[in-house]
């Protein structure tokens, strides 16, 4: 008898091999192993998990499709809620969420949802090739900033309502950070590229290339004929700590660091995009962001990776499971630590020496948890003379994100507040008639699945008020 | 896909493309940049805009082949196409007010440069070239210059054209005659915008400069093109994507700028390698 107070395993990837390739580490539940951990779930009346759900997914009712067999029944009901399942299934913090709420997890190991969202999206997209319908065009058109999470979410919601949605991508390839951010070992750019094709079926444009705020503004949108404009633009703009010698070479943010590995294929054998590779790296940070870069670190040949955080693991925000494949792949972690100083290599005698200018050490100094914050976390405290020096080639700065000021700067009468989001009520409308805005352009770096939450509010929002 | 609606070779290593992209020819405005790929693979590479013709919907670019991407794309011809192109990026260049200005253009700097002369001539100002060049076979733009500034000086590191010597020869003269100008434009090579820099500051004339770091998405969200300012004593850091591309020379920390600038220095020297071995198996 299967013990049912036990989560059946999700086959990984062996550490001591995956941390030295770029290839998905979980596998994937078989579908004998995905109907066994279906069976697990009680089937709850009150259905804790759904109130966890960020997009409030009908979870015990696509587990019951799983248990009959019925997968593709099961992918039509998460696809009523949320957009991405392939994405959700692998990046959702789950333990916060859905698997927080279920009863399985009281006395025993909480359902497998997360896994099992993913299970039901990989069968889909392995298995069924119609397209979805294109809806019929109801006249009108509504412009959408960005194309990660919220905007894609947003995008697939109206048209499905038979709006026209054009979405306005800065970069070259849609997907936002599901495409720069997140790595291709947690989330295969293949993934993306499908979930993307679907949302073309249904209808909406994708105009990459453009940065809305200098090719053109949000005004100008509404010039052009569109009646709604939902800004989902992200939290882009790196942060650094101010420390000397962050001007080194070697010192990157965690966004260019990702962004070079992951949207420019860096990390290729013979990339057209640099990289530095190998050595040793430090990786400052806690969040799932500072464990991307340090996996990819290690996956790009580096022969110690540390993540230098100032806190301890309890307070750590990044993904259990992100912690766990990062430990068991080698990464070290260097907690109640920060850095201070980042020293270079200088040849006196040779002004030409090609190390010149290039990270040698990072000055780190020990920390320790004093009173809580506002927020009730403790806050870290210098412990004097406690320096010691990290010798590193690599500095990768994962210490945080903000929404980039581009698009305030260049539309009048858009509120944000003093962290530079925009300012939106329940329904994410902005302070500008006919603008609405969700994802981390409103609440600073969050998660894909609170994006893609404002994305279908704003898109019943927008369609109330075109009705 | 980005349409190249023609091509001119300037010389040997210089090529002016003249681009489709209707939306960037409709907003850009001189000293902004575009970034391209050449291809589905490729490398991201900003490139400073040399003129726009919004009626065409094209935008022009110069560039110098100094790697594999710049190679690539001098190779490409009328009608062909180049993946992605986007702009217009960075602040433009700020030319409200200024009535006396001296341009001065190093290498294919001078490219960039063009624009803004031709701006400032439009605009009624008193305008004043300087352009130099390694030597004769590379002097590119002289007739265009001639054409919108006041007084032209074409100048060669080995005097194989124009008057011997570099750029600030005949900046300092000026300055020590007296002159004043409102504002020197410099565009070039760093050290060269370094050495303006340093020629102007006993005369304290303003200097602006067009840094040129390597970058890779050019809206903000990297920090890959930061530079160091000194400003006031303090130590500011500022992108060159968005805070830029033209900062005051005097706050320029170029020493860092110039090592920023060389890290991929040993990447960038194998894949121009490789390119070119490639376009010479073909011909082969």
């Known amino acids: 008898m299967p013990d049912l107070t036990k989560r059946n395993e999700m086959p990984v990837q062996d550490p001591k091999v995956r941390a030295r390739n770029f290839k998905e580490v979980a596998l994937g539940y078989s579908e004998e192993v995905a109907i066994a951990e279906a069976m697990r779930c009680l089937n709850c009346k009150n259905m804790p998990c759904v109130t966890g759900c960020p997009v409030n997914i009908h979870i015990p009712e696509f587990i019951g499709k799983i248990k009959e067999g019925d997968f593709e029944g099961a992918y039509q009901i998460i696809t009523k809620s949320s957009s991405l399942p392939a994405v959700c299934g692998r990046v959702c913090p789950q333990e916060n969420q859905c698997e927080a709420k279920c009863v399985r997890g009281i006395k025993g190991e909480s359902v497998g949802i997360g896994r099992l969202e993913r299970f039901v999206a990989d069968w889909h997209n392995a298995f069924v090739t119609t397209s979805p319908e294109k809806p019929e065009s109801n006249g009108h058109k509504v412009a959408v900033v960005g194309s990660g999470p919220s905007g894609l979410t947003c995008a697939g919601d109206l048209a499905k309502k038979g709006y026209s949605v054009t979405v306005f991508e800065a970069l070259h390839t849609a997907g936002g950070v599901l495409v720069y951010g997140i790595p291709e070992f947690r989330l295969p750019k293949t993934i993306v590229k499908k979930e993307v094709e679907t949302l073309k079926a249904l209808g909406v444009e994708i105009q990459t290339n453009v940065v809305i705020g200098k090719t053109l503004t949000v005004d100008e949108l509404f010039d052009m004929g569109y009646e709604a404009v939902f800004i989902g633009s992200g939290a882009g703009l790196p942060v650094f700590m101010n420390i000397p010698g962050e001007a080194l070479k070697g010192v990157y943010s965690a966004n260019e660091y990702l962004t070079r590995s992951n949207l420019m294929k860096a990390y290729r054998e013979n990339p057209d995009t640099p990289i530095m590779k190998g050595g040793k790296v430090a990786v400052v940070g806690g969040g799932n962001v500072a464990m991307d870069a340090a996996r990819t670190a290690l996956r790009l040949g580096a022969e110690k990776v540390y993540i230098v955080y100032r806190r301890s693991m309890e307070e750590l925000p990044a993904r259990r499971e992100e912690v766990e494949h990062a430990m068991e792949e080698g990464v070290e972690f260097r907690l109640l630590c920060s850095p201070v100083e980042i020293l270079g290599y200088e040849n006196p005698e040779n002004p030409r020496d090609e190390r010149n200018g290039f990270v040698r050490s990072m000055k780190c100094i020990k920390m320790e948890l004093g009173e809580p914050d506002e927020r009730g976390r403790r806050r870290p405290v210098e412990i004097k003379g406690s320096e010691f020096e990290l010798s590193v080639d690599t500095v990768i700065m994962s210490i945080g994100t903000s929404p980039n000021p581009l698009i305030k700067s260049t539309t009048d009468g858009l509120e944000v507040n003093k962290k530079g989001g925009i300012v939106v009520n329940e329904d994410g409308l902005t302070s500008r008639s006919g603008v609405y805005a969700g994802g981390d352009a409103v609440t600073g770096a969050a998660t894909v699945i609170s994006a893609m939450g404002a994305g279908k509010t704003a898109a019943k929002a927008i369609d109330e008020y075109l009705k | ?284």
Request: hydrophobic share 40%.
């Open chain 2, 1 to 284: 896909m980005y349409r190249i609606l023609s091509k001119r070779v300037l010389n040997p290593s210089v090529t002016e493309l003249n681009i489709e992209a209707p939306l960037v020819a409709k907003k850009a405005k001189p000293g902004q940049f575009i970034i391209l790929r050449v291809d589905e693979e490729g490398e991201r590479i900003p490139l400073t805009v040399a003129g726009t013709d919004a009626e065409k919907g094209s935008v022009r670019i110069i560039f110098q082949t100094v790697g594999a991407t710049t190679r690539k794309l001098a190779e490409k011809n009328d009608g062909e196409f180049i993946e992605d192109f986007v702009g217009p990026l960075g602040t433009a260049t700020h030319l409200d007010g200024l009535k006396k200005v001296c341009i001065i253009g190093g290498g294919v700097g001078c490219a960039i440069a063009m624009p803004v002369a031709e701006k400032l001539h439009e605009m009624g100002a008193e305008v004043t070239s300087i352009i130099g060049f390694r030597s004769k076979d590379i002097v590119v733009l002289e007739d265009e210059f001639r054409e919108c500034s006041d007084r032209l000086f074409v100048m060669t590191d080995d005097g194989s054209y124009g008057e011997e010597g570099n750029v600030t020869i005949p900046l300092k003269k000026m300055l020590e005659n007296g002159e004043k100008f409102d504002m020197i434009i410099t565009i070039g090579p760093l050290i060269m915008m370094k050495f303006v820099t340093i020629t102007a500051k006993p005369f304290d004339i303003p200097v602006t400069v067009s840094m040129n770091p390597i970058m890779i998405d050019g809206t903000g969200m990297c920090g890959g093109c930061r530079l160091t300012l000194n400003q006031n004593g303090e130590k500011v850091t500022k992108f060159a994507c968005v805070d830029g591309p033209d900062f005051n020379g005097y706050e320029v920390d170029f020493d860092e700028a110039m090592s920023r600038g060389r890290m991929y220095g040993e990447f960038e020297r194998h894949a121009y390698e490789t390119t070119c071995n490639l376009y010479k198996r073909e011909v082969q």
